[in-house]
């Protein structure tokens, strides 16, 4: 089971088209779904949501990971997706979170450290900025983690 | 702000338990076994039962029957080509698992499964005789317990096999038979309304290349889906075969708008066995009865849209338009008289000189390709080199070019150049490429240090290493390369770099920009003073006035080519021109 562990960091942009409220709805739908499947398919992982884009890593065993990233290929919520990592890795970065999140769903949030990221995921240095993505990701759910914990 | 939510739920490491039903215990099964085990009299004798036998042997359906210790009964002659059974019949009183052992057709897992499930047959109540269905591969497989008696497992042929002829094994889906009849069916219904999708993956070969053949037909499978997924009830997806499908719409209206859907879906990236896969699509759409009424017409026209989306850049969806009908059929009979030139030797070769600046001298010739069709008249390179190099005539076209350029340079009475220019298409096989630079110069006794090869940048952008390998071979030779054209492609003068290049030819737009615009001037300026400190010679194309001609010498090029000297001419023109004393160009020779 080990040896089959696989991470996966995209980025995507949001095409829910409506006022904040209904995207807050949806991304309310989109976590819960998640979770739950991923609960189910023994995957982890975190979703930043900022900007209009999403960033998220997942991770798990391959095949239920392939599927679950079909999955949300075939939604038609995002568009424009960008892999930025894919591969086998030794240790999970969110062994706690079926699906941490991080963001702010309003349109008008403007996260910039998020901002400079997302450039950087959607220009051509796709290694970096897997690991921006990443490093955001694990950064933000620490913090929170940090929070919950005191 | 960032909000996360620390409620996330915890990850489940549950495994759910699995039963199989149907497993019970040995105990249960022997006991159960041993009640059934006195068989019930055969009535109405030995000749009733030998026509019985007589009947299922000739049924077309495969039947194997077993006793209650799963022996063989019989076996019919159907069930044993299914199975795959080589050589005589098999006894009567065999064991099944001797029987499935010698069973070609199927694998050591498939011959256990069907021994597990006979016997789990055998366990069930005898009162519940309800037949269990078993899929194997191609192979699909009813078991029937008998009441008072064994298993007979049936091996349906017709509609299983008829069904398999119809399906791509691979995905699933219809195939191309399955397509064929479905638009047949389509196109006769009273409306004859329908929509022709045609799409074709991009990129699919480099998958397989570079993953493999399993991750591409892995990925075949994902795309299938894909498509399955976005389409409704009465619209019918197959695969055509290799990354070929096909969908049928029975409407006419909201072709492009599925098309547009499908083009982002499956241009979204892949995560298939541990890669990354990144495809993309390109779609032609046909519509019934506008574009034509009859299936193959349809499909030509479908087809015709899909070449034109590639053409325009793939990734992209195109409606057949009656246009690219004559486009079609024009470049068809383009492509006829185009083979027909190459076995008939239609090409000629003109050469059209090159000076040196600013003594006037010959330093070479540049050959070029003329094609004198009997119809067509003067047939301009613009128009059939394209073709030439689309479906490869361009190689022994190529190959002639390097022949007849060399033999004639041999001829001439002063050791100059000969320019012979190189398609991007030829490097794509590297060996047979310098073998035709190898044997046309061993034949015509011209030494590699008068060849001199022009390559466009396009030759750059292929596989570079493997592209620069050739070039260096051509180099090891004495061969020289030239760099055609500059300033019109990419103009990376990081090409300039990547190799040793003896040339730069400065493409003719910018001499012809000279007189009325300064870009063109400054361009030339700061291609000359690059290619001398660079070492490299700087020829100048299209030079046809006095003025022009100044300019070039004034900006420090080397070499100019153009009108103002001469026209290309024929070969038998080139001694005469040799002939002639060095000027610098002051006459308007016009050839």
Known sequence: MKQDLYRAVYCSRISIHGPPRRIADELRTILKVSRRNNARDDLSGALLFANQCFAQALEGPRAALERCFERIQNDPRHADVTVLEFG????????????????????????????VVFEGAFARAREQAGSAVLGLLHGLVRREEAWALA | MPLASPHAPPRTGETAAI??????????????????RSPAPVTG??????????????????MVVLDPDLRLVLCNQSARRQLGWAGAPPRRGLALARLLARAGALEAAERAMIETRCRALLATAAGAPQPEKLTLGDLSLRLHRLAGFGVAIFLPTGASEGEAALRDPLTGLGNRRAFQAALTAALARPDGEVALILLDLDRFKHVNDSFGHPVGDALLRLVAERLRTSLRAADTLVRLGGDEFAILLPRADGAEALAERLV????????????????????????APMDAREAGLLLRR??????????????????????????????????????????????????????????????????????????????SPAEFIPLAEEIGLIVPIGEWVLRQACRTAASWSEAVLVAVNVSAVQFTDGARLLRAVDEALASSGLPGARLELEITESVLLRDAAETLA???????????????????????????????????????????????????????????????????????????????????????????????????????AVPALLARPHTTPKRQTTG
Request: charged share 20%; hydrophobic share 45%; aromatic share 8%.
């Open chain 2, 264 to 287: 982002d879906l499956v241009s979204r990236p892949y995560l298939v066995e541990g890669h990354l896969a990144n495809i993309g699509a390109s779609i032609g759409i046909a519509r």
């Open chain 2, 470 to 572: 050739i070039l260096h071979a051509l180099h090891a030779r004495g061969v020289r390369i030239a760099m055609d054209d500059f300033g019109t492609g990419y103009s990376s003068l990081s090409q300039l770099r990547s190799f040793p290049f003896d040339k730069i030819k400065i493409d003719r737009s910018f001499i012809h920009e000279v007189e009325a615009q300064t870009d063109g001037q400054a361009v030339v300026r700061a291609v000359a003073a690059l290619g001398t400190s660079l070492g490299i010679t700087v020829t100048v194309e299209g030079v046809e006035t006095e003025a022009q001609a100044a300019f070039v010498a004034a900006s420090g090029g080397h070499e100019m080519q153009g009108y103002l000297i001469s026209r290309p001419v024929p070969a038998d």
């Open chain 2, 19 to 36: 039963t199989r039903a149907g497993a019970q215990s040995k105990h249960k099964a022997a006991a159960n076994h041993k009640a059934k």
């Open chain 2, 45 to 62: 004798g030995a000749r009733e039962e030998s026509a019985l036998r007589d009947a299922i042997r000739g049924l077309e359906e495969g």
């Open chain 2, 302 to 379: 479908a087809d015709l849209a899909l070449y034109a989306a590639k053409a325009a850049g793939r990734q992209q969806f195109a409606l057949f338009q009656p246009e690219m009908d004559a486009r079609a059929q024009a470049r068809q009979a383009l492509e006829t008289d185009l083979r027909r030139a190459v076995a008939l030797g239609q090409f000629q070769l003109h050469y059209q000189p090159l000076v040196a600046v600013p003594a006037g001298n010959i330093i070479g010739f540049e050959a070029l390709l003329r094609w004198q069709n009997p119809a067509r008249g003067m047939v």
């Open chain 1, 88 to 115: 086998p890795t030794a240790t999970r970065e969110f062994p706690k979170w079926s699906m941490a999140f991080a963001g702010d769903p309003s349109p008008e949030a403007n996260d910039p450290l998020a901002f």
